[in-house]
């Protein structure tokens, strides 16, 4: 058990307390979730290697769920990647960020209505060998570039969907690739859907 963690019990704040349980204790622990105070429970307490599974319904976010740590895997439960939707509660609010890590996964869940600049569904930076698998990102907006944004990472995307996503002066309404120093990037998009994205004064609708 991690220090930070036995401070908790020692000072009586189990996790059961707030609604959560790791499954173990050993390197990693998993997050059962499903309601957005279990989530902010379940995202102070992240380690590298943990997990945090969804269980099925909307999740409407005051605040961006922020991976700044490596091996963390966010897991819906459904049968579908619909069956577990992340929302925002208002404009402005990016849904996920994931920066300066590696092996960070997302796996069945759909990522929608998110506004703001730019990367407003998703938003990858600085991160090596990030998995997006089996996930929607649909009905999203943004001013600059799309609203899955990656910039200086490495990323396999397979089997996800992007539709109806806007931008309104960028490259890319579905999701924007962008180079800037001297790391590597390479995203490969394997088995996607790309449908009635929209780059409204620049290139690329899709991608």
Do not use: W
């Amino acid at each position: 058990m991690s220090a930070y963690r036995k401070g908790l019990l020692l000072l009586g704040i189990s996790l059961t307390s707030l609604g959560i349980l790791p499954t173990h204790f050993s390197h990693s622990a998993t997050y059962t979730v499903s309601n957005e105070l279990e989530l902010a429970g379940a995202e102070s307490l992240l380690m590298e290697g943990d997990e945090i599974h969804f269980v099925t319904g909307t999740y409407t976010l005051d605040s961006r769920i922020e991976i700044f740590l490596d091996d963390v895997l966010l897991l819906g439960l459904g049968n579908r990647p619909e069956d577990v939707t992340i929302r925002p509660a208002t404009e402005g609010v990016t849904l996920v960020v994931v920066a300066a890590a590696t092996g960070v996964t997302l796996q069945s869940l759909t990522l929608e209505g998110a506004q703001s600049s730019y990367g407003s569904a998703l938003f990858v930076e600085q991160v090596a060998d990030l998995q997006l698998t089996n996930c929607i990102v649909r009905d999203s907006t943004t001013i600059f570039y799309a609203p899955t944004y990656f910039h200086r990472a490495t990323a396999r995307v397979e089997d996800c969907t992007f539709e109806r996503n806007t931008t309104s002066m960028g490259e890319g309404g579905g999701a924007t690739i962008f180079q800037s120093g001297p790391l590597d990037q390479r995203v490969d998009f394997v088995r996607c859907l790309f449908r009635e994205n929209r780059a409204l004064q620049g290139q690329g609708g899709g991608l």
